[in-house]
């Protein structure tokens, strides 16, 4: 009976296995194992339709991974005579994904997140769809930052625009060093507390930082939180349930690194009652990092490889538990070189972005007098910024600094009550 069979009976079992193998492809990302040295489909025992996730086995290639579905031994004699071209589909997927790249989520927890989102009721189909499509980019996979063009081109004048971050910025290269030189997933960068009173540039440099590497960047204040959503999310049971900002910073984008400013973390020793400090305590911590959960979501994803740093203005309030998973430093207040160059920095980044006929200028008697003048580097950039105002109101005039300078020293706040 088996050796009667019609070739237009092989031709539709070809065809219906072609089909099946689309929708399974399509609806759960599944292909079946592919062919072994040219062997046709319906060759093929029950035991070789065997389906498989896409991303199995990686082939390293000329430097790029190229995923492909191992295949199983067929040992059928028959298939060697035959000699007519394969015309079936290739079950092969090739796609390609930076050497350094890691898996940040994992293709088997988001289908199974997928297939209870259909279950669920629309509210919160819709909450999750665009995220699911965010998971599911790339495999899963993010790609790991490549620190050789920040460490060649953007290092030394971000030292000198930040001296009294130097110790900082020399920890961070030898960090940055030891991860370019380890495998893949291997990769962390220790947690960085930057202590110091307020006004030093913790703030200007962590921004600047993340601008010269190239990645997302958030700030939390520690002040303003009053649980861990916005770590962790708003569990979905709530109507105005979201994913906390770890997972926005690794899904939204193409790098599996991206840079965490929580500021003021002193503050947390007055909201011991809340669930802020576990949650932000498992993401400093490497293994509970792997596996951060979003109670949006209900999804644990890799959130290890994420740049954090701390600020405080005074370390003895932190909780002790929180310093120990941190490297420390204390930051001194900028001296006059480092403010001559904050000065011409602002001034430059604000120039570039005026019309070529509404261009200002700064004069060194001016420059001078802002650099004697007792104010911190918040103050003095947006004094920068006021006096770059009051030159374009004013036609461009060179001193209108200097009276910013006197406006500042004598705008002193009045007292509120009754008279």
């Known amino acids: 009976m088996f050796v009667s069979e019609s070739k237009a009976t092989v031709k539709e079992k070809e065809q219906l296995r072609e089909l099946v193998a689309k929708v399974l492809e399509r609806r759960h990302n599944l292909v079946p194992l592919p062919e072994k040295e040219g062997k046709k489909w319906f060759s093929r025992t029950a035991a070789d339709e065997i389906m498989r996730p896409q991303a199995t086995l990686p082939v390293v290639e000329n430097g790029m991974v190229e995923e492909e579905a191992v295949s199983t031994e067929i040992n059928h004699k028959e298939n060697k005579k035959e000699s007519k071209p394969d015309s079936s589909p290739k079950a092969v997927l090739k796609t390609k994904r930076s050497k350094r790249a890691v898996r940040i989520f994992d293709q088997g927890a988001v289908a199974q997140m997928a297939a209870n989102s259909t279950k669920s009721n629309s509210d919160l189909k819709k909450l999750w769809a665009p995220h699911l499509e965010s998971m599911r980019q790339n495999d899963g996979y993010r790609d790991l930052p490549d620190f050789k063009l920040f460490l060649s081109k953007s290092y030394d004048p971000l030292k000198e625009l930040f001296e009294n971050f130097s110790p900082v910025l020399n920890f961070l290269r030898g960090e940055m060093v030891l991860n370019g030189a380890s495998k893949p997933e291997a990769f962390r960068i220790t947690p960085v507390l930057l202590n110091g009173p307020p006004g030093v540039g913790k703030t200007a440099f962590s921004q600047a930082l993340a601008k010269a590497l190239k990645l997302p960047f958030v700030k939390l204040a520690a002040g303003g939180m009053q649980h861990a959503a916005s770590l962790t999310g708003t569990a979905s049971h709530w109507s105005n349930s979201e994913p906390g900002e770890v997972f926005k910073l690794i899904s939204s984008g193409k790098s599996a690194t991206a840079i965490l400013l929580f500021d003021e973390a002193d503050k947390l020793s007055d909201r011991l009652d809340c669930s802020i400090l576990p949650a932000l305590l498992d993401l400093l911590e490497r293994e509970s990092a792997r596996s951060y959960r979003d109670e949006c979501l209900g999804l644990a994803f890799d959130a290890s490889r994420l740049i954090v740093l701390l600020t405080s203005n005074n370390i003895e309030y ?6 120990s998973r941190c490297k420390i430093f204390t930051i001194e207040k900028p001296k006059a070189t480092q403010k001559r160059l904050v000065i011409q920095h602002e001034f430059e980044q604000i120039n570039r972005t005026l019309l070529k006929s509404k261009r ?25 910024r006021a006096s770059a105002i009051k030159a374009i109101e004013s036609g461009g005039r060179l001193l209108t600094l200097v009276e910013i300078i006197e406006s500042e020293k004598s705008n002193k706040k009045l007292p509120i009550g009754f008279v």
């Open 318 to 323: 932190m909780d002790a538990a929180l310093r």
């Open 360 to 384: 200002i200028k700064l004069d060194s008697e001016t420059v001078d007098k802002l650099i004697r003048a007792d104010m911190d580097v918040r103050v003095l950039i947006s004094t920068v």
